[in-house]
């Protein structure tokens, strides 16, 4: 019987059988092998996940920070910004308030005639010396007109006094922070 078996298609079964015996165990090690390297990428996955996750965690913590830190530099700078115009607008109100009252109490004075000769104990100018070549009241402006070019003129200071205090403020908040990794 062992005879039979052993023809050509015997030994062909048998260099078959032993030959996808072979293969298998080979198979079985390449696997063994791949799981392995299948384990070791899927940790590298994981811890790279884990790391972006806290990267991500970090970054949106540092964005909140530095939105708090924006508004709180933005509520500083509209304060002095406040700040400044309350006193630009209380000194021009001063300034415009004084000189109005200046312009009224020049109103209010009597206006001297400077025609009429003065004090007894003064000699009177002789009549041809008089006045002068050209009346000097040609060449300035009238009360009202004076009023408004002063007003202007303290709007104007004022106005570039607000501006350079304005200037001067510092829009940058105090201490500006990196991102994490950096």
């Known amino acids: 019987m062992m005879l039979r078996l052993?023809?050509?298609?015997?030994?062909?079964?048998?260099?078959?059988?032993?030959a996808l015996g072979l293969l298998l165990v080979i198979q079985k090690v390449e696997t063994g092998h791949w799981k392995k390297q299948s384990a070791s990428f899927e940790q590298l996955y994981r811890q790279d996940q884990a790391a972006l996750a806290t990267t991500v965690t970090n970054y949106r913590?540092?964005?909140?920070?530095?939105?708090?830190s924006d508004q709180a530099n933005l509520r500083r700078v509209t304060a002095e910004q406040a700040a400044i115009t309350e006193r630009t607008m209380n000194d021009f109100?001063?300034?415009?308030?004084a000189a109005r009252t200046?312009?009224?109490r020049l109103r209010d004075r009597p206006q001297a005639n400077p025609s009429a000769g003065g004090n007894?104990?003064?000699?009177?100018?002789?009549?041809?010396?008089?006045?002068?070549?050209?009346n000097p009241v040609q060449d300035r402006l009238s009360q009202?007109?004076?009023l408004t070019a002063t007003e202007q003129a303290i709007q104007l200071d004022e106005l570039i006094k607000w501006i350079r205090a304005q200037a001067k403020v510092d829009?940058?908040?105090k201490a500006v922070a990196s991102p994490p990794g950096d």
Do not use: F, H, K, Y
């Open 6 to 18: 052993l023809n050509w298609q015997g030994i062909a079964g048998i260099a078959a059988t032993v």
């Open 61 to 68: 913590a540092a964005a909140a920070e530095a939105a708090a």
């Open 171 to 173: 829009n940058n908040p």
């Open 144 to 146: 009202p007109d004076a």
């Open 93 to 97: 109100e001063a300034r415009l308030a």
């Open 102 to 104: 200046d312009a009224q």
């Open 120 to 134: 007894a104990s003064m000699p009177r100018l002789p009549a041809a010396t008089a006045g002068p070549a050209e």
